[in-house]
């Protein structure tokens, strides 16, 4: 490859229950298929969409139409699920974010410092991190980072665990849900809902319940995934050019700030086209989308029922 040319790189997205990438299942991004990811702490269903989409598998879909919804016409991916805890979590220990098992100060662009600041300034003041340490991190309160939050039913261990790939989740509540938004006094605007948690008296003063669903996004239209740049108000980065053998994933995290317990992980990996690494992504791929299609048919599409529901409290037992 000339010295000046920039690599040519395809993404691969995974997900599951831990950091560990053996517990990943391939994401059928822009497909008509949601995947079910559990472990001891959490039951999610996991959609992602990413318009313009040229990565792994073979012949997946450029589009969605959730890009075509009103809310998100401008928006360039979309990380979308449901999620039932398996024991209570408040509010203010529940991070989502990026985080990094390599140092990466070697390797930020020019003008990272100023991004930084001005994501925090005009997009969410929440997030805090470090990208200098050994292992950098940027998270933000779950609550006030999601772009979309919606406060679900209480579920049954015979009830189908949802679907996503056919919903566009929308900010507010359902049945009973909706009343513990409003018991709790939760805005019902995003940016309200937003800036609400900001607080971390009113994060301190909220619990996601076990056994109960909530819905939902996050997405923006400042990360494009079709040429790997960071698009904001008068500043694009390329990030390209600083990506390397050490360097080149993009990891989201569901955690637990005090436990340190993991709920979710997404995983953006760019695979460098031309090298003898490249057939063995595409054969992997390729054999983890035919086992999910395989599955995805046997069970007529769904995800199978939850088949675990909290232990009965003192009032439902009264």
């Known amino acids: 490859m000339p010295e000046n040319e920039t690599p040519k790189y395809r993404l691969k997205v995974t997900a599951g229950p831990s950091y560990d990438p053996s517990t990943h299942q391939l994401v059928p991004v822009n497909e008509d298929q949601t995947i079910r990811i559990e472990n001891e702490h959490a039951i999610t269903s996991l959609c992602v969409r990413i318009q313009d989409y040229t990565g792994y598998p073979n012949h997946s879909p450029k589009t969605s139409p959730y890009f075509y919804h009103p809310l998100h016409q401008s928006d360039q991916y979309s990380i979308s699920f449901a999620i039932v805890f398996k024991h209570p979590i408040n509010a203010n220990s529940l991070l989502f974010g990026n985080d990094f098992d390599r140092p990466i100060r070697d390797r930020l662009p020019p003008g990272f410092n100023a991004a930084l600041r001005l994501v925090k300034w005009t997009i969410d003041p929440t997030l805090d991190g470090d990208a200098y340490a050994d ?56 940016n309200e809902r937003r800036k609400y948690f900001q607080s971390e008296e009113a994060r301190t003063g909220f619990d996601f319940e076990e056994g109960r669903v909530y819905w939902v996004d996050f997405g923006n239209p400042y990360l494009g995934f079709n040429d790997f740049s960071l698009h904001l108000p008068g500043i694009t980065i390329n990030v390209l050019p600083y990506i390397n053998e050490d360097n080149h994933s993009l990891r989201y995290v569901l955690k637990n700030r ?61």
């Open 135 to 190: 292992k950098p991190y940027l998270y933000g309160p779950a609550v006030a980072s999601w772009n979309q939050f919606c406060i679900g039913e209480k579920i049954r261990k015979d009830d189908e665990v949802p679907g996503m790939h056919e919903r566009v989740v929308e900010e507010g509540g359902e049945g009973s849900g909706l009343e513990v938004r409003k018991k709790m006094g939760i805005p019902t605007g995003v």
């Open 258 to 318: 005090d436990t340190d317990e993991v709920y979710l992980v997404v995983l953006y990996t760019l695979v460098l086209q031309g090298t003898s690494e490249e057939p063995l992504h595409k054969e992997e791929t390729e054999r983890m989308r035919k086992e999910s299609k395989e599955q995805h048919e046997k069970n007529d599409g769904k995800l199978r029922r939850f088949e675990w529901e909290p232990e009965p409290s003192a009032d439902d037992v009264e």
